[in-house]
């Protein structure tokens, strides 16, 4: 009975046993590492060929020179020879910009009188000196915009990016119905030369928020309607024209300590008042 009673003991400890802290084994504390590391498990291989040359513009070229030297099956990716395009590219691109001549294919298309309006915008905070910005139509691309500066400004644009804004909705005058307004092109060109946008005059900004100013004031004033339109002009703003303070609301729970507050503040002010005009008249 003992020897059954020790058997089931143990089969039921084994399952849900749990064992206490002063039981665990001794441990040294030096022999134990807490953090152990997550890499170095693993395997150390030698880079590929493909990834050994780093400083320059054409490593296919390079990179099948290499497996070639090695006895080695060239990728398919390699085998091509579009590297020497590229390099003949670059270099006539260089001669280009040397000798003062477009970089690109000119359009055979000639237009006179262009009638697109391109606007120049000021800069994001995300954009370098090196970059500049233009609102265009939308039927504008980037081949356009970029014959289009270099044949009226002369500005080479190197690369150009295109930004198409959606349509925001907005609300009719007179009635509660919306409708989207236009769409906007932006395209962001990066230049060779830097330009930096040169400072506002701050009376120019002023005179420009008074005009605005008048110019709101005329728009209300011709739109009065009823008994305002009957009104002289000086009427609206009153007989008396009362300084207009913030209006600071105060929760009902906090009036009475802030009477408080305020009041024992007016006693210290009395208090500073009194004692200077007594320092006065004692000439301390």
């Given amino acids: 009975m003992n020897w059954l009673r020790s058997v089931w003991t143990q089969s ?3 399952v ?14 030096n022999d134990v590492e807490m953090n152990p590391p997550r890499y170095g498990f693993r ?21 099948r020179q290499r497996y070639q030297q090695q006895n080695q099956p060239v990728p398919i990716k390699f085998r091509s020879r579009s590297d020497e395009i590229a390099r ?6 260089q001669d280009e910009i ?22 120049l915008l000021r800069p994001n905070a995300k954009h370098s000196p090196y970059q500049a910005k233009f609102l265009v139509p939308r039927n504008f691309n980037k081949m356009d915009l970029r014959d ?9 644009a190197l690369n150009v990016t295109v930004q198409l804004l959606h349509a925001k909705w907005q609300r009719g005058g007179d009635d509660y119905g919306r409708y989207r307004g236009p769409q906007f092109k932006k395209m962001t060109v990066d230049m060779a030369e830097p330009f930096v946008w040169p400072e506002v005059d701050p009376e120019i900004v002023a005179e420009g928020k008074q005009e605005h100013e008048q110019e709101m004031k005329a728009i209300l004033e011709k739109n009065r309607v009823g008994a305002d339109s009957l009104k002289p002009k000086e009427a609206f703003d009153g007989l008396y024209d009362e300084v207009r303070l913030p209006q600071q609301f105060v929760p009902k729970h906090k009036q009475p300590k802030m009477k408080k507050r305020v009041a024992e503040m007016a006693k210290l002010m009395d208090m500073r ?3 200077d005009a007594v320092e006065q008249y004692l000439n301390l």
């Fill in 43 to 63: 395997r150390q291989r030698a880079p590929l060929l493909s990834q050994s040359p780093t400083k320059t513009l054409f490593p296919s070229e390079e990179i």
């Fill in 12 to 14: 039921v400890r084994g």
């Fill in 273 to 275: 008042a009194d004692r």
């Fill in 148 to 156: 289009y500066l270099w044949h009226v400004y002369g500005l080479r």
């Fill in 16 to 29: 849900h046993y749990v064992p206490r802290g002063r039981k665990y084994p001794d441990v040294n504390v």
């Fill in 88 to 93: 003949r590219n670059y270099e006539r691109f």
């Fill in 98 to 119: 040397a000798t003062g001549k477009p970089h690109f294919r000119v359009g055979e298309k000639s237009v006179y009188f262009p009638k697109a309006r391109v606007c």
